[in-house]
């Protein structure tokens, strides 16, 4: 199976989207000059939760669970790509496609073009977040849940998580 294949079998559907991925995957690759080797340490940013996100899954085993997947939705097709040992990173910045294609005509125009010619290489400027930490565990005032100690707001003297924090004041 091809890494096009397996990004589609995992995703459900060939489309744009995840060609988008797909390309910066490839792009990030060659720029950064990884392998395949699965212990590479690989940390993506992307700006978008949209399809293409899914192909770096699985080409890259980048994941969410693991926390070398971040998504900072933006609403940007960029993707920044680190590489841990090296420290090398690259941003890559998807150009504006031709106005007016219908599903097809881009799918076909992702499909074809080289990643050269779709992306922007710019340098990555979102810090590598530090690796998961562990934070100490309190209860909310307000639902009695138990909430991350980082997501905790102290609301008139009473400590709640964002949730009922959120309700009519400020953060
Ligand atoms: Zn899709
Ligand atoms: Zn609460």
Redesign the pocket.
């Known amino acids: 199976m091809t890494d096009w294949e397996k990004c589609v079998e995992f995703?459900?559907?060939?489309?744009?989207?995840?060609t988008i991925g797909y390309q910066a995957v490839r792009y990030a690759r060659s720029l950064l000059g990884l392998t395949r080797s699965p212990d590479e340490q690989v940390v993506c940013i992307a700006e978008n939760d949209?399809?293409?996100v899914?192909a770096i899954q699985v080409i890259l085993g980048c994941s969410v669970g693991k926390g070398n997947l971040i998504l900072r939705v933006m609403g940007k097709q960029a993707f920044s790509f680190y590489e841990r040992a090296s420290g090398r990173s690259v941003r890559l910045v998807l150009r504006r496609a031709p106005e007016g294609m219908t599903k097809e005509e881009s799918f076909r125009y992702y499909q074809e073009h080289e990643p050269e010619e779709l992306f922007d290489v710019k340098p990555a400027v979102l810090p590598v977040p530090e690796r998961a930490r562990i934070y100490r565990t309190l209860t909310c005032e307000g639902c009695g849940e138990s909430v991350g100690e980082a997501w905790v707001r102290l609301r008139d003297g009473k400590c709640l998580c964002l949730a009922c924090a959120g309700s009519g004041s400020e953060s």
């Open positions: 995703h459900g559907h060939a489309c744009g989207g995840l949209a399809c293409g899914d």
